[in-house]
């Protein structure tokens, strides 16, 4: 099946590195995304893997990816305030002659001072 | 460039109420998407369209109807509100690219329109 799942809550320090974790069932994923939605506002694309990749760095945010346990994490290092947020960890798998996106719940991050 | 928008932002229906939500895109994107956002919830395809008069159901198709007459515009329609409707709603739309690792599509978001049905 395609099931995709996150923790639902992190808390870091301000500078402070935050990992966010994410593991899903589907194996024929192609590509990972990591998604940023502030309060009241849609979603953004952060970054995004090849599922034939290990890592990809992009200035603060580092995506690891082991495919062989299914599991993706972000981590944001010199966390700020303006990095809280929702994260929502996607998996796209063609399906239907279309990319679908199978979405995690989300980890709302909270930075605190 | 505007992105993708969405109207109205927030609506109130009484239940058996009709309404339709708008998504517009300026992109020239062929695919777009309409989702909801549910408390606690990852986001669940509704129904998406990969071109121009062309709609196809995705997930949780019951109780929608859609239309894309235009390119740029994705109509989201419920005939009869129920308040398990009650949700916020996504529009998105993409296109898809070629880079270094193969063929890759990227959806862009809209807003959210959020709707309340009592």
């Known amino acids: 099946g395609e099931d995709v799942e996150q923790s639902l809550f992190l808390s870091v320090r301000e500078g402070d590195s935050s990992v966010i974790n994410c593991t899903y069932t589907?194996?024929?994923?192609?590509?990972l995304y990591w998604y940023k939605q502030e309060p009241g506002a849609g979603l953004q694309l952060l970054t995004y893997?090849?599922?034939?990749?290990d890592m990809k760095q992009d200035q603060r945010l580092t995506v690891l990816l082991n495919k062989k346990d299914k599991h993706l994490s972000l981590r944001i290092a010199d966390t700020q305030t303006g990095d809280s947020a929702i994260y929502f960890c996607?998996?796209?798998?063609?399906?239907?002659?279309?990319?679908?996106?199978?979405f995690g719940a989300g980890t709302r991050l909270a930075v605190h001072p | 460039n505007a992105g993708v928008t969405q109207t109205p932002k927030f609506r109130v229906l009484k239940t058996g109420q009709s309404m339709t939500l708008l998504c517009a895109q300026d992109m020239n994107h062929e695919y777009m998407y309409w989702y909801r956002q549910d408390p606690g919830m990852g986001l669940r395809l509704i129904h998406y369209s990969v071109g121009e008069g062309t709609t196809a159901k995705g997930e949780v198709p019951d109780g929608y109807n859609v239309s894309r007459l235009k390119k740029q515009n994705f109509l989201l329609g419920l005939e009869s509100a129920a308040p398990s409707q009650t949700s916020v709603y996504f529009c998105?739309?993409?296109?898809?690219?070629?880079?270094?690792?193969?063929?890759?599509?990227?959806?862009?978001f809209g807003p959210g329109t959020r709707l309340l049905v009592l």
């Open positions: 996607a998996e796209s798998i063609f399906s239907g002659g279309y990319n679908k996106l199978i």
């Open positions: 998105a739309s993409s296109y898809s690219m070629v880079d270094t690792s193969g063929l890759q599509e990227t959806q862009y």
């Open positions: 893997i090849f599922s034939n990749m």
């Open positions: 589907d194996s024929s994923s192609t590509y």
